[in-house]
């Protein structure tokens, strides 16, 4: 491969970016990156009813968080632009033309109601839905009747082909019968183009050298390739990768759950974490090794690594992975992604850096930031309250009452408690009280915390600070 590749993601935006989009940009943003290409981003905004600015907007900046930056596109441009479909509008005229000129593209005058009616009485006899040719070849006459009608036409490719075979990187050679894919609309009555025509269009002017997109646009490949032939082009090098489907083997939608880019930034997770999660559907590293940083996800693509089977979307995975990468992660940094989701909590933290020593306490046991909420509740709430009947029931013994009174009177005139200083005083108690281990340690620990089990508690002790450690163990006795 050279710097001549060129790949591009191209989202229509009518939503929120999907998660089974960001893998189709992930992957070409990789390959561009491992052939020493450009990974160039076009909006298919052709469908005005549902394309918004806002949608476009919040796709933009999900890539960017993903971290997938564009070489061309909107809001950098390019020689190849407009990059937006419905800023090209001319272009896909001039084609339609140059495919009428060659009679390879006829007017269909067609009504919808009336291709619906047709539709439903092949269905009824058993036979294909292909469109039935009669506007193919209109005379004169019967064109001129249909314009008096009032009737705008949409455009027609004529598919005389008897089959139509395509490579795929990925799914090997593909043959499809010419008598199912029928004379084709590629251009509606009011001049939008449809879907196929102007990917064809676009992908050839953009000079796209590899079209890597989910397998699910195969059905389309076809006519898409008998574009290239009537306009006398190379089609680019195809790849289909594996749909993603949901634990049940279905494809993947909102009854699995979340499902777009955006809540999982909302829940937590990391972009480093999700671009190495979502890569890894369908393709391996030849190390078996799963954390792969982005780096050794360009260094290491391979297409004949990726597999034709569907990928399941497993979110204990993405977890795990998720937990792996806050673990990696440099205290400071990880303090400045958790700072958002404390201070939308309502927690008064005013800075990052006030974070770091919690951030220190718990991310061994993270999977996603948004966890930070729960875990450090116990430096912000007025009291601890007990998480289950075993820490309540734990507080109301005898032993644990001697310890609170131990505790309180080796806490009186304390004003700076340290780790040392809080191990120091836990040390005394035992020697008072003759309790040690689980015995010692479990009570303070509940009236610290309200958890029976948690992250190391001199840490805790040491950022709840003296005040409030004399106050805990003063209500838990009193409880």
Not at 47 to 54: A, N, Y
Not at 451 to 474: Q, S, T, W
Request: proline share 5%; aromatic share 10%; with cysteine.
């Amino acid at each position: 491969m050279n710097s001549k590749v060129r790949t591009r993601f191209a989202p229509s935006p009518t939503g929120h970016l999907h998660i089974g989009n960001a893998r189709t940009a992930i992957i070409n943003w990789i390959f561009a990156g491992h052939s020493g290409g450009s990974f160039v981003l076009r909006i298919e905004d052709t469908d005005v009813e549902r394309s918004t600015p806002e949608s476009e907007a919040s796709i933009l900046e999900d890539l960017r968080w993903l971290g997938l930056d564009w070489d061309e596109g909107p809001e950098k441009g390019g020689a190849f632009g407009p990059y937006r479909q419905s800023e090209r509008s001319d272009l896909y005229l001039d084609h339609l033309e140059m495919l009428t000129q060659k009679d390879l593209a006829y007017p269909c005058y067609c009504l919808p109601e009336e291709l619906e009616a047709r539709r439903k009485a092949m269905l009824g006899k058993g036979d294909t839905t292909q469109y039935d040719k009669r506007c193919r070849d209109l005379t004169a006459a019967q064109i001129r009747k249909f314009v008096g009608e009032g009737r705008r036409p949409a455009f027609r490719f004529r598919a005389d082909a008897e089959a139509v075979s395509f490579g795929d990187l990925v799914r090997g050679d593909i043959v499809f019968p010419g008598e199912q894919i029928g004379d084709f609309v590629i251009m509606k009555s009011d001049g939008t183009p449809m879907y196929n025509f102007a990917c064809v269009v676009d992908d050839h002017l953009m000079g796209i050298s590899h079209v890597i997109r989910g397998d699910d646009h195969i059905s389309n490949t076809p006519r898409q390739i008998l574009l290239y032939q009537a306009l006398g082009w190379e089609p680019p090098v195809l790849a289909h990768i594996p749909m993603i489907l949901g634990p049940d083997r279905e494809k993947l939608s909102k009854r699995h759950g979340v499902t777009s880019v955006d809540q999982y930034r909302t829940l937590g997770y990391l972009p480093d974490a999700l671009v190495n999660f979502l890569s890894l559907l369908s393709w391996s590293s030849e190390s078996g090794e799963d954390i792969l940083s982005r780096e050794r996800l360009i260094r290491e693509f391979d297409f004949n690594r990726i597999s034709k089977s569907a990928s399941i979307f497993n979110v204990e995975k993405l977890d795990w992975m998720n937990g792996m990468y806050i673990r990696q992660m440099e205290v400071r940094e990880l303090a400045r992604h958790l700072f958002p989701f404390l201070h939308q909590a309502g927690y008064p933290v005013r800075t990052a850096e006030e974070v770091e020593p919690m951030a220190v306490i718990f991310r061994a046991g993270m999977e996603r930031l948004s966890d930070a909420v729960e875990k450090f509740r116990i430096f912000f709430a007025e009291f601890p309250v007990p998480e289950s009947v075993e820490a309540a029931e734990v507080m109301q013994q005898e032993a644990s009452r001697s310890i609170y009174k131990s505790f309180l009177s080796q806490m009186d005139g304390v004003r700076d408690l340290d780790r040392d200083a809080f191990q120091e005083i836990m040390k005394n108690i035992q020697q008072e009280t003759g309790l040690k281990g689980k015995a010692l340690w479990a009570p303070v620990r509940i009236a610290l915390t309200g958890r029976v089990h948690g992250p190391d508690l001199p840490g805790v002790a040491e950022i709840l600070g003296p005040e409030k450690c004399r106050k805990f163990a003063a209500r838990a006795l009193g409880a």
